[in-house]
């Protein structure tokens, strides 16, 4: 692994069960060279002991406010010398702490003290990630220019499986360690923020800045109907709310949108040139008709991976024994365009039901593609409500659970800023 000298953080640990994963954290960091600071609350001291991080940092760790040793002023002699503050865990309560401005022991009063970045890896059951408190204060921290990292979906130690498990500790040193590159001043993460910016994107219900004035992009959404006969087929329950909250959204930023939608009973942005199909043959056809001058290419849509070979024309009659539907595969559309030789700027989503980071990541590399969204099946298909997990060439992004249209306007700007260059 890469070493980088000379560079100092503190690393601050909150009382969940993922404490156990910052011994590793340390461990990894200090192997990159990195001089790590501990620091923990009280309660994280129940699930790991200051003893074990001391012997694997070398340091004594930072617990109580009331010390004597720095002369009392832990709180703000820790931050100085740090090129960041990293928590992990970041529990819910912690995070409430931080969105508030709390400083009640000595952790917290050192994150508010602080003159550097903070970077934050949440830890904590689905239901309390997914609670309209913990949402809010992620974003208030979004907007506050705290750095977010994770957190995953999977296996959680209550036994039950959603968003919430801390990333592990090879992917937080990663992200450190980019972060670490990038430097204090690069500006990847303001310590003061800069409001006017980050309260546009905490509030994108606000007008968007035409940032994609002139720009045309192509958005399939929805799902898509096979028929078996004349009135059956398959499909599945995409409602279609997650394409047409993304093409509301890239209306609003002054591009012009074409989207192509499978059946749904939902009403189409207006100002969107819409094409109504039904099933992925149809899809694929409308999509190689509207591609010429498209600048990025959004694949919300659940297509069928396998149609019926052999539809009837007939409505098929009731039979006393089985009855076998051969299935042949349809195109894929995203592959098709994204392995274009000259592409647009191809996005993809991927449904997945578990191990979301591992099953998303491969779908975005067998695909070769720049950006793809993941979210987890069961909560974002026909619901009001998602939560998105980006990832690209540089990592994973959460853009935590808001209503779709939030979301929309949050990746409009994310991939907006991704295509700056190659759109100007
Ligand atoms: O419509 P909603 O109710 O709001 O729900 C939104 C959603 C859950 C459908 C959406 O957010 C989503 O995740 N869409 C992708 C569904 C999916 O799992 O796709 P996939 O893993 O089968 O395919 C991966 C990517 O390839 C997708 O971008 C898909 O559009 C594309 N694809 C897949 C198969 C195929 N034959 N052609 C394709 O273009």
Same mark, same amino acid.
């Given at each position: 692994m890469e070493q980088t000298q000379t560079k100092r953080i503190v690393l601050g640990i909150t009382g *969940?069960?993922?404490?156990?994963k910052a011994a590793e954290l340390a461990r990894l960091l200090v192997k990159q060279g990195i001089s790590v600071q501990v620091a923990m609350t009280e309660a994280a001291c129940h699930f790991i002991t200051p003893a074990t991080m001391q012997a694997l940092t070398g340091r004594p760790v930072l617990v109580d406010?009331?010390? %004597? /040793?720095? &002369? #009392?002023m832990a709180h703000i002699a820790a931050?100085?010398? %740090?090129e960041a503050i990293v928590i992990a865990p970041a529990t819910a309560d912690f995070i409430a702490k931080l969105a508030h401005g709390l400083a009640d022991d000595l952790l917290s009063t050192m994150c508010l003290a602080r003159d550097c970045p903070l970077l934050v890896a949440p830890a904590m059951n689905k239901q309390m990630w997914a609670n309209a408190a913990t949402q809010r204060n992620v974003r208030q921290l979004i907007a506050d220019g705290v750095q977010v990292l994770g957190p995953d979906s999977g296996v959680q130690a209550c036994g039950e499986e959603g968003m919430g498990r801390m990333l592990e500790a090879e992917q937080l040193v990663k992200d450190i360690m980019d972060f670490l590159r990038n *430097? +204090?001043?690069? #500006?990847?993460?303001? =310590?003061? =923020?800069d409001i006017s910016v980050r309260a546009h994107e905490k509030e994108p219900s606000q007008p968007q800045t035409r +940032? @994609?004035? *002139?720009k045309k992009i192509l958005i399939t959404a929805g799902p898509t109907y096979e028929a078996i006969d004349t009135v059956r087929g398959i499909t599945n329950r995409s409602s279609g709310k997650m394409g047409y909250a993304i093409a509301q959204a890239a209306l609003e930023m002054g591009a012009q949108v074409t989207l192509i939608s499978g059946p749904t009973a939902i009403t189409k942005p207006q100002g969107a040139q819409a094409v109504d199909v039904q099933s992925a043959a149809q899809m694929f056809d409308a999509v190689k008709q509207h @591609? %010429? #001058?498209?600048?990025i290419f959004i694949s919300v849509a659940a297509v /069928?991976?396998?149609?019926?070979a052999h539809p009837s024309a007939q409505k098929i009659k009731k039979g006393s024994g089985n009855l076998t539907l051969e299935l042949e595969p349809n195109p894929d559309i995203l592959a098709y365009v994204a392995n @274009? =030789? &000259?592409? =647009?700027?191809c996005v993809g989503f991927a449904a997945e039901s578990e191990n979301l980071a591992e099953y998303a990541e491969q779908k975005r590399r067998a695909k070769k593609l720049p950006l793809l969204v993941g979210n987890l099946v069961q909560q974002a298909i026909g619901s009001d409500d998602n939560e998105l997990v980006l990832f690209d060439d540089s990592g994973r992004q959460t853009l935590p659970r808001a209503d779709k249209l939030t979301l929309a306007r949050l990746l409009m700007q994310r991939i907006a800023q991704r295509k700056k260059g190659a759109l100007q």
């Open positions: *969940g069960i993922a404490a156990y406010q009331w010390d %004597a /040793a720095d &002369n #009392g931050s100085r010398v %740090a *430097g +204090k001043s690069a #500006g990847t993460v303001s =310590p003061i =923020p +940032k @994609l004035s *002139g @591609l %010429a #001058g498209c600048d /069928a991976d396998y149609r019926v @274009l =030789p &000259n592409p =647009p700027f």
